[in-house]
């Protein structure tokens, strides 16, 4: 074989090598990124899949009222299944609420449920911050007609940014509202005094002083 032929033999090897290592790095970094999990909670039990599972608080650290559950529920089954509870580590229960209507909140076979959020099922914890606290990881059980219980950590967090659209309402602070009177509605003192009422027209207790005026 001439010098030259076996150059040619060398390049081609050494190609191939480097060819094979980058694939096998390649192969490596994909098998890695895939046991990657995202930074929220998720778990399955038998035909039942819970992610985005999270406990949303109020947007401000002094705000007063409740806090949620939001989640996403996947039944893979071929039944239906019902949410029976969903409760935190030491017993605290949140009221459960369907989209619409009322009763529990069913699982579809083949579907899922949205829990948080405007028109979606709800999951309302009326403790509050007196549960939770924001940055914990908080157990969370889910139980469920079929499947029974399934259990996750879910981070606790406020109603801010991507949050904001799925926590709770705020309950106002006193002197906030509710403190104004309705408009348009006389008081007491006006209709005794005869002034006029909402319509304009003169009271009845009015109206009979003026006619025994004119009868004179």
Do not use: W
């Not at 074989?1 to 090598?17: E, F, I, N, P, Y």
């Not at 895939?34 to 608080?57: F, M, R, W």
């Not at 083949?110 to 157990?139: F, M, T």
């Amino acid at each position: 074989m001439s010098r030259s032929l076996r150059r040619g033999a060398l390049a081609a090897t050494v190609l191939t090598l480097s060819i094979a290592s980058l694939s096998a790095c390649g192969a490596g970094n994909d098998a890695a990124t895939l046991q990657v999990k995202p930074d929220n909670a998720a778990t399955s039990v038998g035909d039942i899949k819970i992610q985005n599972a999270t406990v949303i608080t109020q947007p401000k650290p002094d705000a007063k009222g409740p806090a949620v559950v939001s989640a996403t529920l996947f039944n893979d089954g071929a039944k239906d299944q019902t949410l029976d509870s969903v409760t935190l580590d030491g017993g605290n229960q949140a009221e459960l609420k369907p989209a619409k209507g009322s009763g529990k909140i069913t699982v579809p076979a083949g579907g899922s449920v949205v829990i948080g959020g405007k028109g979606n099922a709800s999951a309302v914890l009326a403790s509050g911050r007196e549960a939770v606290k924001d940055g914990d990881a908080q157990p969370v059980t889910f139980d469920f007609s079929r499947t029974g219980k399934v259990s996750l950590r879910a981070f606790v967090v406020p109603a801010n940014s991507y949050f904001k659209e799925y926590g709770p309402a705020e309950v106002p602070q006193p002197g906030q509202s509710g403190s104004a009177t309705p408009s348009g509605t006389a008081s007491p003192s006006e209709s005794a005094s005869g002034k006029p009422s909402e319509s304009g027209k003169p009271s009845e207790a009015a109206s009979d002083a003026e006619s025994a005026h004119a009868g004179h």
